[in-house]
């Protein structure tokens, strides 16, 4: 008795909890998707940043890459 009721305790903890792989804003295909965006444009950002302290490009041009517009 004491093991079924320590099994189904522990089972509400994690289903009430809200450990699910799924959010309750997104489905895991929008998130994946987030996720790739999210990843892209820190790609963008080091290789932005890491052309800026090799001067691979003339100082009086800013960033190449566009947030708002990819």
Known sequence: MKLLSALLFVAAAII?????????AYSA???FAQIGR???YQA???NDDLDYI??????N???VWNVYHR
């Open 61 to 63: 041009q800013e960033t």
């Open 16 to 24: 009430l909890s809200g450990c699910t792989l799924d959010t309750p």
């Open 54 to 59: 090799i001067l691979a490009r003339p100082s």
């Open 29 to 31: 295909k929008e998130r």
């Open 44 to 46: 963008a950002a080091f």
């Open 38 to 40: 999210n990843t892209m």
